[in-house]
């Protein structure tokens, strides 16, 4: 097993090797002293490190910031930009405090993708005038109209080493063979600009280079000077780009770990407010220091996973390695042409724009707001760009909201409505006139596409329905937006239970039709209807989730072996999703012993599956109330003929035999005792079979390992409670489960069987 500090050593050195290259070229494209990037990839990696909720994100000066720190320094000199930041970091450690984190994560992704494209396009286009030998403008706009003088007077010198940077970045992770495998382990971003620094003193040639001034001379922060209503709108669009960057680097570096690490490798989940603090001292300390601001960096952050890094160390170190180099580096830091700084930003800056980020907001269909703010970013500013990027955003969503198609048709002699879109009450006109052309005599049905109805559509709706049933009509209303219609008429005279809200596909149990319903749909009718309404309503929100497990193959957490009764809904009372669960349903949720006579060995196939090819981190058994399969294994009498069912059920039989043994103990439920003995056998079933479990090899195996759980669950139908089973404990307690805990069976006579 690798040892925890080397691999964070290791980390460390390799997250430095990346960040000492773009420190250096981010704080030229700021136009900040070059110490600037070096004082903040320290701060950044030191004090966030320490002081951040994610333990593997490794902070800095990032691109991000770059365009508005390059318009303060313009605006306000550098020293007051450095109190800026100061103040950027209170304002940080002050939303901490409020612990507003989660809602800096409101924000569209459109919108901040939106806002980190037009940032690189930003970038890119400054970069470029001196990739080609040139001086870049104040504005991005300049910038453009200043490229053809720029192309008319290249500087072949800059030029060359800059294309050298560029070809040395975009083909290091291609280099094939053994040798290739071997130089890929040094970063891309230092084996570029090494590479054309090299070239560049080889060569002789005249250009311009990296300076870093004595420390002695380092511009430290001032008091802030300018009109307040501009440093006001400068500290709040640092605090606001600064905090969502990291927050969206922090939730992007969780994902990551998720996706790659197994569970008992993986350091605690970020903490939002935490890191938000560590974020606002790091600010403080890095503007304090002559810094430039500071935010969590995804590429770094990546590179430490990558890397191998399992604790906060590894980003502290990154940072001391920082400080020592720019103690003791100076003179090898001084040889770094400036145009092949300007190259590796400006790779950088065209990275920003992110393809597969644009797909994805296209087919959510908010591409319209990504280009708004892109476009306003990059004529307009950072602050002014992300306020155009809201207001769009709204507007897309009142047009969403306020655009609603109904239509009504008629087949066979019932009228069909048809609701496209949410339903408000913009849209009241139109449905109150759609209603109206309907007789009053017939069968209507009513169909609501839609997620949302507000109170004046509703009391439209209900109205036109009370009226037109009682003239003599039928009436029935499907779709999602019907949840509030079906609670009405269930509390009503003739509903007799509630709509099951948001269990869509139930509102078929809910009393929503006349006295007289019509004759029920046959089975393959309900069967058409469920698909028709997954593929219309559920499968756009979930086939970009199913197409990425379709790439990438099944990964489930845990098996999960339960009953084959119907009411028991897996996903919902484990509120998992597509690829989570790894479910295994038999009729009484038994596990046959290994060498069992069953005929079956589907159960034994599926956990060797799970534990030995899917490496699954746990195995759950998940009895539940009123089971028949407990039921028909209490009323079993020898004579009784041998059908499949009953062969199957001898499966039960230990469980049984454990329930009526004085040497096991009987269960509680959160302290009372089961009501009948159907309800007991149920219990004793979970922890029979989790026996069971510990019997095959390859569950033995990982659980001598301590690589695999095993965990007992008990889910009560009528009382919609899942408890977990605890052994040693007086109580468990939980928002959602309560526990399941073994109790002293001499306490209490056993309930007689039934």
């Not at 925890?4 to 290259?21: E, G, K, M, Q, Y």
């Not at 004529?379 to 760009?385: I, P, Q, S, T, Y």
């Not at 306020?402 to 496209?420: C, F, K, L, M, Y």
């Not at 499949?644 to 454990?658: A, C, N, Q, T, V």
Request: net charge neutral.
């Amino acid at each position: 097993m690798t040892n925890p500090r080397t691999a964070d050593l290791s980390a460390s050195i390799a997250v430095f090797l990346i960040a000492l290259p773009l420190s250096l070229g981010i704080a030229l494209a700021t136009g900040a002293p070059l110490q600037a990037g070096l004082v903040a990839a320290a701060a950044g990696g030191i004090v966030a490190g320490r002081l951040g909720g994610a333990p593997l994100q490794v902070s800095g000066p990032a691109a991000g910031l770059t365009v508005v720190t390059a318009e303060l320094i313009q605006h306000y000199g550098w020293r007051t930009t450095c109190a800026i930041t100061v103040l950027a970091g209170v304002c940080q450690l002050g939303l901490a405090l409020l612990r507003t984190a989660r809602s800096a994560l409101m924000v569209s992704p459109a919108i901040v993708h939106g806002m980190l494209a037009g940032i690189g396009v930003t970038i890119a286009l400054a970069q470029l005038h001196i990739v080609l030998g040139g001086t870049p403008q104040s504005a991005a706009v300049a910038n453009v109209l200043g490229l053809p003088g720029q192309l008319a007077d290249l500087h072949p010198a800059a030029l060359g080493v800059s294309a050298f940077t560029l070809l040395v970045l975009l083909s290091w992770p291609r280099l094939p063979g053994r040798t290739g495998e071997l130089l890929r382990r040094i970063p891309a971003a230092l084996a570029a600009v090494a590479g054309a620094t090299a070239l560049a003193s080889l060569a002789g040639l005249s250009l311009p280079r990296v300076d870093l001034p004595s420390w002695s001379s380092h511009a430290l922060p001032e008091l802030p000077q300018g009109p307040v209503l501009g440093l006001i709108a400068a500290v709040l669009t640092i605090t606001l780009v600064g905090s969502v960057e990291s927050l969206l680097s922090a939730v992007a570096t969780d994902k990551l770990i998720a996706s790659e690490r197994s569970t008992e490798n993986r350091p605690p989940r970020t903490d939002l407010d935490r890191e938000l603090r560590g974020q606002g001292a790091a600010n403080i300390v890095s503007g304090a220091l002559g810094g430039l601001p500071i935010t969590g960096v995804a590429v770094r952050s990546v590179a430490n996973v990558k890397s191998g890094a399992v604790s906060r160390r590894s980003s502290m170190l990154h940072g001391l390695w920082i400080v020592l180099a720019a103690a003791l580096l100076v003179p090898v830091l001084d040889l770094i042409p400036l145009a092949a700084l300007a190259a590796l930003v400006m790779a950088v800056g065209v990275q920003m724009v992110n393809i597969t980020h644009m797909r994805s907001i296209t087919r959510h269909r908010e591409i319209a707001v990504y280009l708004t703010t892109v476009v306003a970013v990059v004529l307009g500013g950072v602050l002014e760009g992300v306020a155009i990027g809201i207001a769009a955003a709204v507007a897309v969503s009142l047009h969403r909201l306020a655009r609603t198609r109904i239509t009504v048709e008629e087949q066979d002699g019932v009228h069909r409505v048809r609701a496209r879109g949410q339903l408000t009450f913009l849209a009241v006109p139109r449905l109150s006139r759609v209603l109206s052309q309907i007789p009053h005599h017939g069968h209507t049905v009513i169909e609501l596409d839609g997620s949302f109805m507000d109170h004046a559509a509703y009391e439209t709706l209900q109205d036109w329905q009370d009226s037109h049933v009682a003239h003599g009509g039928s009436l029935e209303v499907t779709g999602r937006s019907m949840a509030r219609i079906g609670e009405q008429h269930a509390a009503g005279p003739r509903g007799s239970h509630q709509c099951c809200r948001p269990w869509t596909p139930w509102q078929n149990h809910c009393d929503q039709r006349p006295a007289e319903p019509a004759e029920p749909p046959r089975a393959r009718g309900r069967l058409a209807s469920g698909i028709s309404a997954f593929q219309r309503d559920t499968a756009p929100h979930v086939r970009s989730e199913l197409a990425r497990l379709a790439r990438e193959g099944q990964r489930p957490s845990q098996l999960f072996l339960t009953c084959a009764d119907s009411r028991l809904v897996t996903s919902m009372i484990t509120s998992s999703g597509p690829g989570d669960l790894f479910t295994v349903r038999n009729v009484g949720n038994l596990v046959p012993l290994p060498g069992a006579e069953s005929g079956d060995d589907s159960v034994a196939a599926a956990i060797e599956y799970a534990v030995d090819v899917l490496k699954v981190d746990s195995i759950t058994v998940c009895g539940h109330s009123g089971c028949g399969a407990m039921q028909a294994l209490l009323n079993a009498s020898p004579g009784m003929p041998m059908t499949p069912l009953r062969r199957w059920l001898r499966h039960g039989l230990p469980s049984l035999e454990r329930m009526a043994s004085r040497h096991h103990a009987w269960a509680r439920i959160s302290g009372r005792l089961p009501a009948d003995a159907v309800e007991q056998l149920c219990l004793t079933n979970v922890v029979q079979q989790l026996e069971h479990l510990r019997a095959h090899e390859s569950v033995a195996r990982r659980l001598a390992e301590g690589t695999l759980e095993l965990h007992g669950m008990y889910f009560h139908v009528g009382e919609a409670q899942a408890y977990l089973l605890s052994e040693g404990q007086d109580f468990f307690d939980c928002r959602v489960f309560d526990s399941v805990v073994p109790d002293d069976r001499s306490q209490s006579p056993a309930p007689a069987p039934a």
